[in-house]
């Protein structure tokens, strides 16, 4: 059984910086990638990256390109979320989860992330306000 840790999460200012960490324990072959996903007050859980196990190939959703980057530490069994530029749209509960499959779905509004999901982490709360 897969375990996965988050941390990190906290206050910053917009245009301010926070770097997510996910720590993972147990068996991940199986799985396609390690992604983060996130859930405001009232909206739906978003998939915003994902990163692939077999050869950390990197996907991220359309309104984080760009200011959020996904990688990994393999002796550490860590993902982390670089996240930079922040507004205060980012405010959410973010989450890593062992990811089964990833579709990425491409419309005139960019990219967005369809993922099956395995096991979830317990969440982080990011908070970027004043």
């Known amino acids: 059984q897969v375990q996965l840790v988050e941390s990190g999460g906290g206050l910053v200012q917009p245009g301010g910086s926070l770097r997510l960490s996910c720590a993972v324990s147990?068996?991940?072959?199986?799985?396609?990638?390690i992604g983060w996903f996130r859930q405001a007050p009232g909206k739906e859980r978003e998939a915003v990256s994902c990163?692939?196990?077999?050869?950390?190939?990197?996907s991220y959703a359309e309104s984080v390109k760009g200011r959020f980057t996904i990688s990994r530490d393999n002796a550490k069994n860590t993902v982390y979320l670089q996240m930079s530029s922040l507004k205060p749209k980012d405010t959410a509960a973010y989450y890593c989860?062992?990811?089964?499959?990833?579709?990425?779905?491409?419309?005139?509004?960019?990219?967005?992330?369809?993922?099956?999901?395995?096991?979830w982490g317990q969440g982080t709360q990011v908070t970027v306000s004043w």
């Open positions: 989860a062992t990811v089964k499959d990833l579709v990425v779905v491409t419309t005139e509004r960019g990219d967005t992330l369809e993922a099956e999901v395995g096991s």
């Open positions: 990163i692939a196990i077999s050869d950390g190939d990197t």
């Open positions: 147990g068996f991940t072959k199986d799985y396609y990638g």
